[in-house]
């Protein structure tokens, strides 16, 4: 099996010994992303609505560096440090992923790194 870091300047950097995705055998493997700003590498503001439409776009630019797109995503694990927040999150994952319909579970979480509301990760088909 032939294992290839993915990385793009378009997601944030990992903070730690991790890459943003790996690619192996037609499938990406993506770390998880919280809503921090590329650019920045500070947390959005704006609460959950914010932070869940900067991980969703995080997680599009990773899987379009892997050759990938929403459309191929498989499964995804959510996690919320908030259960409540489930019903914004649930919409704004809609918008982005209605139409690939993918396997999803959403986990609750006592805290994410750096104080984040939400993270996800992804596991999509490439090409």
Known sequence: MR??????????RA?????????ADGIVYT??????DPATG???PGGI???????LENLKAVLA???????????????LTDLSHFPVMNRIFAEYLDAAR???STVGVAALPMGA???????ALCG
Do not use: H, K, N
Request: aromatic share 4%; charged share 20%.
């Open 3 to 12: 294992r290839e870091p993915v990385e793009t300047p378009q997601a944030p």
């Open 15 to 23: 903070i730690g010994p991790y890459t943003q995705a790996i690619r």
């Open 31 to 36: 770390s998880g992303q919280i809503g921090l």
């Open 42 to 44: 500070a947390l959005v």
């Open 49 to 55: 609505e914010a932070q869940t439409r900067r991980v």
């Open 65 to 79: 560096a892997a050759g990938s797109s929403f459309d191929g995503v498989l499964r995804v694990t959510v996690y």
């Open 102 to 104: 993918p396997a999803r």
């Open 117 to 123: 509301l939400v993270e996800m990760d992804m596991i």
